[in-house]
């Protein structure tokens, strides 16, 4: 089946700093989805992309949806502790419009103050 | 907007019990869906419903589990015989027809000894 991947598997990194994330398929996807989950909580949406080489921004987070439609970034400008959780990108597969996700394994993000 | 509601947050019991994880959606979202969150296995599909009938339940990892819906407001997991092996944190999500930003739950964890 269709499946997501996601680089870096973990990040550990300095406040202050940069971020970026990448998800990539072998197969196309129309939509692709950004989450952010925090420890103990369930995932929340954080960005939603719906048409390839689309740009979307929410705060500090920037996400592209591929050209090829097979790969997706989240960049993260500035981080701040708060932003410690794990990423996940995610995609309904190409089987049809049944309203069903696909995640990718996650990116774990550390952040150092 | 209360989000989706799930309990219990925490679950222990033994081995052999049987186990009833309860989740109530966003009021109008069309999909329910149930997933289970591991280290090894990361978020897994188990089940998910459309207007409170299942549509696909491939994930539902064997015989013991089970879902049901009885009505738009109200969904039920339930494990029966539980084994250590099911010991994970259980999500449940919602959203509305055709959208896919779910909405997930702060999950339950599940213990099993």
């Known amino acids: 089946g269709q499946q997501l991947n996601q680089s870096p598997q973990s990040m550990f990194i300095q406040e202050g700093e940069d971020v970026s994330m990448n998800c990539t398929s072998s197969?196309?996807?129309?939509?692709w989805l950004w989450y952010k989950q925090e420890p103990g909580e369930g995932p929340v949406l954080l960005i939603a992309?719906?048409?390839?080489?689309e740009l979307t921004s929410n705060g500090r987070l920037t996400a592209q949806f591929g050209i090829t439609r097979k790969d997706s970034f989240l960049n993260i400008s500035a981080s701040i502790p708060s932003d410690v959780g794990i990423y996940f990108c995610?995609?309904?597969?190409?089987?049809?419009?049944?309203?069903?996700?696909?995640f990718g394994q996650g990116t774990t993000l550390q952040v150092k103050p | 907007d209360a989000g989706v509601i799930q309990s219990p947050r925490h679950e222990v019991t033994e081995m052999g019990q049987e186990v009833t994880l309860r989740c109530k959606p966003i009021?109008?979202?069309?999909?329910l869906f149930w997933y289970r969150q591991t280290m090894m296995r990361g978020l897994e599909l188990l089940i998910y419903?459309?207007?409170?009938?299942?549509?696909?339940d491939s994930g539902m990892p064997e015989d013991r589990f089970s879902a049901k819906m009885p009505n738009a407001s109200f969904s039920t997991l339930k494990i029966q015989p539980s084994e250590p092996r099911d010991s994970a944190v259980y999500f449940c999500?919602?959203?509305?027809?055709?959208?896919?930003?779910?909405?997930f739950g702060s999950g339950t964890r599940l213990t099993v000894v």
């Open positions: 999500a919602s959203s509305p027809q055709v959208s896919y930003g779910y909405t």
């Open positions: 197969s196309i996807f129309n939509t």
């Open positions: 992309l719906y048409k390839a080489g």
């Open positions: 995610a995609g309904p597969p190409s089987s049809g419009n049944t309203g069903k996700l696909i």
């Open positions: 009021s109008g979202h069309d999909y």
């Open positions: 419903f459309n207007n409170n009938v299942p549509i696909d």
